[in-house]
């Protein structure tokens, strides 16, 4: 499988000449419409992860596939564009891919600030992306696609989550807030972190890797 990071919280994988897209929301400006995508998976409903007319764009492009999220997002474009809606705990068979999804709510921003659902995807038992949570799959996570900059969370809560999951690889992600000076300093203190649990910690913002679980090129 090969993997591509955009801006912020949006990645693609490709498999088996398929894509899929994870969180093409409105602070991603580098993603150019591909072909041959099987679905999007948008976690949940804020703007810098569900952009809907992305979601317009994309199906225009590939009228076969399926936009695929909690029910705050599917009732919001449902009957103009194809969606299919799930819950933490569903898996979804979508062409070269197996989706499973984990927990049902987005982290806590505020206590007066209403929580919203958000579920995190597990990619052909490969790559995981929490969304906005800290969610624990409770399975063995490969690669794992880590928040590292957000309204709702503190970079201490970032390194228990290494810990708690203790994948192979990690990339950083939903960081669009940061400045490249900011993006370094994550990095700084994140890298020994990863190290310490055995896992390799890289920036590939920009970037196509292979993810494939044989590959420890990485």
Known sequence: MKLTKYEHACFTIEHDGKILIVDPGAYTSNLNTPENVSGVVVTHEHADHFDSSALGAIIAHNPDAVIIGPPSVTKQIEGALPTQTVHGGDTVHLESFQLRFFGDTHATIHESIPIIANVGVLINDTVFYPGDNFTTPGVEVDTLALPV?????????????IETIQPRFIFPTHDAILSDKGKAL??????PFAEKSDAHYQRIDGKNISVDRTDQNI
């Open 186 to 191: 994550v990095d700084q203190i994140l890298s």
């Open 149 to 161: 900059a957000a309204p709702w969370l503190k970079i201490s809560e970032v390194i228990d989550y």
